[in-house]
């Protein structure tokens, strides 16, 4: 998912403020229009290159053609590195995050950092064009590099809202140092600067918040959360939304309107029990949970499916993956997996919500013993063997194994009954 926070750009020599737009349309102001015609008159060779790269750019849009987006970024590359110094400051900052936009649309992060660079020297009093090369580290999930960048920005200026948000962020994530997140991320919040009203950071701050036991805290951030729109409600808090999607916390068979393929799965899940089981009897196959999650214990997983496709691991469950390859709500579903799960006895989940509510999670319990727990929203229920537990995992949920015996059961996620094959298939996968 693209990360294009905005800023605004003061520009004091020319007496203008411009905004770069997001997508495609280059809109401007009139006073704008008027400096960049009378810069690049000036210069007739430049300008050629300027309305040669602005037409193939959005020529690559109406066309869907990445060859030709890459044409037009060569081209705006080479109007900053060779002819920089003939632009005025304007058209500079415009052609620079034109061409860092459309780098990071097409994953060009590390072309995109040697434009920053580019940016940060020629308007080294700017804060925005460092935080802008933090949110594209980000975006490459390098959170140490954006760290440090944001460390510089906020010891220039220390109020700044989009560095506060974003360091807490790292803090959180980098280092799980919750405490100083926590302080961070709130402060940023408040100054209620541009790009710092984020659905990512107040959950992300509510998150810090629970993690420190500070749960009260917490609900408040979740409900001004849910009050400005960043949530859909205080307890549901998925971030990737399809609006209008009818929502509870449990679900039945019938609720989704696939209970007919679930019944089918559901004859079967001894012999899925069983897949299972083998696999679970070879060391190193299922793999730790990978987000942070877990509390204490042990969680581990064997993926099936992932973003509407196989996974590699389906020759070593057969059956199962037949099973699910009948079943196109979860075969299909781009924003969901299917996977075995397994806890093991004193293990804790915290509290945490799934990232999108385009989905439905479905468990089918294959080892349940005593004492394990599914708390969702305000409903806590166990898992039966042979029966499926269906819940929206983008409300709050928290997991307890309190038995003696390992858990296992099969996540089947499936696309929400209230999507329309048309926004199913131009999803973004999750
Ligand atoms: C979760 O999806 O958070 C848990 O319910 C997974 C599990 O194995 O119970
Ligand atoms: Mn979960």
Known sequence: EQNQQ???????EEGSS??????????SSYMEELLRQQALEENPAVKELYDKAKEMDKSSETE?????????????????????????????KQVAERCINRMRFLGRLKSAVDIHYKLIRRFADEPSFRNQLAVTFLLGNRLSAAKLVLHEVLSQWRYNGFALV????????????????????????????????DGRFYFNLGDALQRLGRNQEAQEVYRKGAKIGLF???????????NRLKSKPFWTKLDTTYKDQFTEIYKYWQVIRDEGLKLLSQDGLFMNEQENLKDTGDWKQFELYARGSKTKNCHMAPITCQLINNFKAASSCKRGQVKFSVLHPNTHVHSHCGPTNCRIRAHLGLKVPENTFIRVANETRSWKEGEW???DDSYEHEVWQKGTSLRLVLIVDVWHPDLTEEEKSSMSPI
């Open 6 to 12: 905005q800023d605004q750009d003061e520009n004091e």
């Open 18 to 27: 411009s905004q770069i737009p997001e997508g495609g349309g280059a809109q």
């Open 64 to 92: 869907k053609s990445n060859k030709i987006l890459n044409e037009a970024i060569g081209m705006y590359k080479t109007l900053i590195e060779q002819y920089g110094d003939k632009l005025n400051d304007t058209i500079f």
């Open 166 to 197: 974003h360091y807490g962020f790292v803090l959180k994530n980098l280092d799980q140092d919750f405490e100083n997140a926590v302080l961070y991320l709130r402060e940023g919040i408040e100054t209620n600067d541009e790009g710092t009203q």
């Open 232 to 242: 859909l409600s205080e307890y549901q808090r998925s971030l990737y939304n399809v």
């Open 389 to 391: 537990l269906i819940f």
